[in-house]
């Protein structure tokens, strides 16, 4: 499963978050290489979330790709991790030729043969780039949060999606972002009616809106918090479920040190306390 996407049920539920932070725990705990592709066109946010410096904007995007990927995929803060956008581009690029099914079958082609993880943030925009994107993945987990919104329309994206050409047995995985304890909604049963299985969730928390808000990573945050450590736990969760250890991989996955670092952590905890 080499390209595995990250679709909201309604736009806002925190797909973007999720993928910045398997990006990084990708980077700490393996020595793939990974690739961010953001599909959106008016308001692609991987780029400020995985890197420290500022894009120019005469540089050229995803869209301009002729066949060499250094010129559009660019280097981040994170060992190993690379990533792919639009860059200030309008509705205007949005009606252009460029946003067809070549193009990304194209750049997707080319990215696969390169990378061993692509990581795919796929836009709510009702774009080919997007739409192909999604096809092309390999899996894609669903995110929903416990808002009126999501709940009441979760079929509707779903049954849009299967609509554009993505079969539910890749998209029937769901995680539950920002759930709230003291609302009784019988969101998983909603979940679960819709036909999707739950992986995991993560609670409403203000640390992690804090760290949001300024775009800082979440994964490996030395904290109290409750939000930030069952964060922590679903992306650990979620490394399990992606990327299944096997001797042909075994090379690849390299756990010691990231473990050495997270029992130093618990310590150090322990004995703040």
């Known amino acids: 499963d080499k390209v595995i996407g990250f679709r909201n049920i309604v736009p806002g539920c925190g797909a973007s978050t999720i993928v910045q932070n398997i990006a990084i725990a990708l980077s700490e705990k393996t020595k793939f290489n990974i690739c961010v592709l953001d599909t959106n066109f008016l308001y692609p946010v991987q780029y400020p979330l995985l890197s420290s410096s500022e894009l120019n904007g005469k540089d050229p995007d995803f869209l301009d790709f002729s066949g060499d990927l250094s010129k559009v995929v660019r280097n981040t803060t994170y060992q190993n991790v690379y990533i792919a956008q639009l860059e200030h581009r309008t509705v205007v690029d949005m009606l252009s030729g460029k946003d067809t099914e070549s193009t990304i079958t194209k750049f997707m082609a080319n990215l696969k043969s390169y990378f061993d993880v692509i990581l795919v943030d796929l836009s709510s925009e009702m774009t080919n780039i997007s739409i192909h994107s999604a096809i092309k993945c390999n ?118 040190k990231e473990l050495a670092k997270m029992e130093e952590s618990q310590k150090s905890l322990k004995q703040s306390k």
Not at 161 to 174: D, E, H, I, R, S
Request: glycine letters at 6%; hydrophobic letters at 40%.
């Open 139 to 256: 899996r894609i987990y669903q995110v929903a949060d416990t808002s009126l919104k999501c709940l009441y329309y979760i079929k509707k994206s779903l049954n849009t999606m299967v609509t554009l050409g993505v079969p539910m047995a890749k998209a029937n995985k769901v995680i539950l972002n920002k759930e709230l304890d003291d609302v009784v909604l019988g969101v998983e049963t909603a979940l679960k009616d819709a036909g999707l299985t739950l992986v995991g969730t993560i609670p409403f928390s203000m640390d992690i809106a804090v760290a949001c808000a300024s775009g800082k990573r979440i994964y490996g945050t030395m904290s109290k918090s409750r939000g930030i450590s069952a964060f922590n736990s679903l992306i650990e969760k979620l490394l399990n479920d992606m990327v299944e250890k096997t001797p042909l991989n075994s090379g690849y996955m390299d756990v010691s």
